[in-house]
């Protein structure tokens, strides 16, 4: 991804974190924080209170669930959810 790529998707990833509960989106930006220190990136889309989809866009797909799990929240292949 370009600088200016990478932009864009962390002001998208933004506007669908204010969605979210403050708790919930404080976890879910340490798991973006995590993934981009890895070179690894996701687009999130749908937010609800504790819970957010999101599409795959860069990186290894492994970190995806390895650094959820570290946080302890919940990913599938297009879902991440924060305990409530």
Sequence with gaps: MTPTEKKV?????????AQM???AA?????LLLDLGSNDTF???????SHRVEYEFVEGTAAFVGECAADLGLTVNATTIEVPQ
């Design 9 to 17: 998707l962390a002001k998208s990833n933004a506007e669908q974190l």
């Design 21 to 23: 509960a403050n708790n």
């Design 26 to 30: 404080g976890m879910v930006k340490s």
């Design 42 to 48: 996701i687009k999130l889309k749908s937010p609800e």
